[in-house]
């Protein structure tokens, strides 16, 4: 009990100080957007629908009267975001984030996720490197379908005990968790918290496009594959060549308590695996469902939502979890969530603030003239450059989408760039730099787990940055070129 003390104090203590960061990050936003309410012109554009959607007719544009718009309101703003014009979309995103968030602390908690684990340990123990490939693949593949980043934390441990059994060192033991969760988080093909959200916002159909995120997916994970391996590799044959080699002398002591082979052992977790794969088939059938069934899509995203918390309780009961247990793991679950619901809507009242102030247009048609001129190629790399300073300063995906979108997605309109497009370049800028930041709780908590400086970890990680960039920009340029849609 003891020795996890540490790592408790050191969690609570990042997720605090990250939190106050983004609430005072928003709050100054909510400021300045108020500010702007008496300083900046105010205007209009007409809006026009346009193949069943609305959009803005970029001819229309005039500057109209200022409103009456009180200061004061500009702190009431976050409240009065439930009931204004897109208050259905911020509750219905909200009580989905719950509902999912309450799921995963279920599973994780019940130890569904680390019986997963144990299973792939005992069908690849034998092969080592075929089994660091396959446990890779499975943490980037829970990140890229179910949006699990900071869920992964717990895992840690055990990955770290494995790659010392393995003969490997903490580096690999966190590229084949955390850096692997966070690759499939960032090229998200259904992640709910990215994905979802964005699409949600962009008037898209729910997880649309997902044939070019899973080829996206399937380079990133053969990038990342060889990357991790060819450093096991090296490792393994001359241990003395790790960044952490001084270090992991230490740390191997730590985890040598752990016992890989006993873990998810009895009590029905078979048939609770089987019966969450199932909900998840369910799951899959409502997305696959929504382009033919307009009535599935209207409600896609409460009912994905609501699938997977029927999905991880009964998955928990039939493992053997009491009543009591899976009700404390749903309210850590929901209480670990209800931070973002505050981030959520304050960052929505910046838009909120401005769209009462009048101002909203006026910012639009200003930043549209040198933006239009950019052309769709260069406004899809500004707004992935964007998203990667936005992200150093507010780490809730949920919030940046209702912070960003608004503005990027009438912009985008006006130079022809998809929306589809504007999502990607948002979840690729929201999802890499979480393990590149300094700022990120996740990484500072696991980098203590490991024993592992930050600057050891950005060196070593560097060379993978670097590629991923490379691969994530050329995405975005062959999206801009084939129109990458519906719209």
Not at 22 to 46: D, H, N
Not at 129 to 134: I, M, Q
Not at 279 to 295: D, E
Not at 372 to 379: D, E
Request: proline residues 5%.
């Amino acid at each position: 009990m003891q020795q996890n003390a540490g790592p408790q104090i050191s969690t609570k203590f990042f997720i605090r100080s990250v939190f106050l960061q983004s609430v005072l990050v928003l709050f100054a936003l909510m400021l300045a957007a108020g500010a702007l309410t008496f300083l900046i012109p105010t205007g209009s554009y007409q809006r026009q629908e346009l193949d069943g959607r609305i959009g803005i007719d970029p001819a229309s544009f005039q500057y109209t009267p200022r409103p009456d718009y009180p200061f004061w309101r500009w702190f009431t703003a976050p409240l009065e975001v439930l009931w204004g014009p897109d208050g259905l979309t911020v509750i219905v995103i909200i009580v989905f984030l719950l509902l999912v968030g309450a799921s995963f602390a279920v599973l994780e908690k019940c130890g569904l996720l680390q019986a997963v684990v144990a299973r792939l340990v005992g069908a690849y123990g034998g092969r080592k490197y075929t089994l660091l490939l396959v446990i890779s693949l499975f943490f980037m593949a829970i990140g890229a379908f179910f949006g699990i980043f900071e869920e992964v934390v717990p895992l840690v441990p055990l990955t770290l005990a494995l790659s010392y059994y393995l003969g490997w060192d903490a580096l690999v033991g966190l590229g084949m968790s955390i850096l692997a969760v966070n690759m499939g988080f960032s090229a998200a093909i259904t992640n709910p918290f990215t994905i979802g959200v964005a699409q949600k916002l962009a008037g898209l159909p729910l997880f649309s496009g997902a044939w070019l995120r899973l080829i996206i997916f399937a380079f990133i994970y053969v990038l990342f594959a060889f990357f991790l391996t060819r450093y096991a590799r090296r490792v393994e044959a001359q241990p003395e060549t790790s960044p952490v080699f001084e270090q992991d002398r230490l740390s191997r002591e730590r985890y040598a308590h752990f016992k890989l082979d006993a873990l998810g052992q009895g009590r029905h977790l078979n048939q609770a695996i089987l019966l969450f794969l199932f909900f998840l088939v369910l799951i899959l059938l409502v997305l696959l469902s929504t382009p033919f069934l307009p009535a599935v899509a209207d409600y896609s995203l409460p009912l994905v939502g609501l699938l997977f918390f029927i999905g991880g309780i009964s998955a928990a009961l039939l493992g053997g979890a009491s009543g009591r247990e899976v009700s404390a793991a749903a309210w850590q679950g929901l209480v670990g969530i209800a931070p973002a619901i505050l981030l959520i809507l304050m960052a929505a009242s910046v838009k909120y603030i401005v769209v009462r102030g009048g101002i909203l247009d006026t910012i639009i048609y200003t930043a549209s003239q040198p933006f239009s001129r950019l052309g769709p190629y260069l406004a899809a790399l500004l707004i992935y450059l964007l998203v990667l300073v936005i992200e150093f300063f507010v780490a809730s995906g949920s919030a940046k989408a209702f912070l960003l979108m608004p503005i990027l997605l009438p912009l985008a309109d006006l130079v022809s760039l998809t929306r589809q497009t504007v999502v990607t370049s948002y979840c690729f800028g929201d999802g890499f730099s979480n393990l590149a930041y300094p700022t990120n709780p996740v990484l500072l908590i696991c980098l203590g787990l490991a024993s592992v400086g930050y600057f050891k970890w950005l060196r070593w990680s560097l060379r993978l940055w670097f590629w991923v960039l490379l691969v994530t920009v050329l995405s975005l340029l062959f999206a801009v070129a084939i129109g990458y849609g519906p719209f």
